[in-house]
């Protein structure tokens, strides 16, 4: 197991969540570090799981896709070959953004974006009811956007 946090990893772990493009500089005056220290605080907490990768947040806006639907799925079976076939599947769909597996009444929720409404209705028939073992599907669409940014709190209490 890695070593716990201290106040300068959550630190480290806070800024490049908010913004990844900090030069290690940047990061080390954020935590007050030279560089040498700071450059391997960060690749330890990359080395030990911490950090798990580096990306650009989208606009699914911008780029065409005016549609984010929530859908829930039942699944006919539970067997563990199904559910490896079912997950396997949805790695290869690229409008599938996110999924869970969830408790409760149904089995996954996945995030989809679709170019609109009629497209989101094609996908769901000619994909989504098509994936293995898929008993029920129920979707619901997002109006709005409220808090999109996906940020693991740093806080002491917290971790």
Known sequence: MPAPLDRIDRALLAALQNNARLTVAELADLVSLTTSP????????????YITGYRAT????????????????????????MALAFEQRLMEIPEIVACH?????????????????EAFGEFAREVLQRLPGVKEI???????????KRVIPMSEKHI
Do not use: Q
């Open 138 to 148: 129920y979707s619901s669409f997002s109006y709005k956007a409220v808090k999109e």
């Open 38 to 49: 700071c450059w391997r605080r960060v690749k330890l907490l990359e080395e030990n799981g």
């Open 101 to 117: 597996n969830i408790s409760g009444r149904y089995d996954f929720l996945l995030e989809i974006v679709a170019k609109d409404l």
């Open 58 to 81: 989208l606009s699914p806006k911008s780029l065409g896709f005016g549609v984010t639907a929530f859908v829930s799925i039942m699944m006919d079976s539970h067997t563990k070959p």
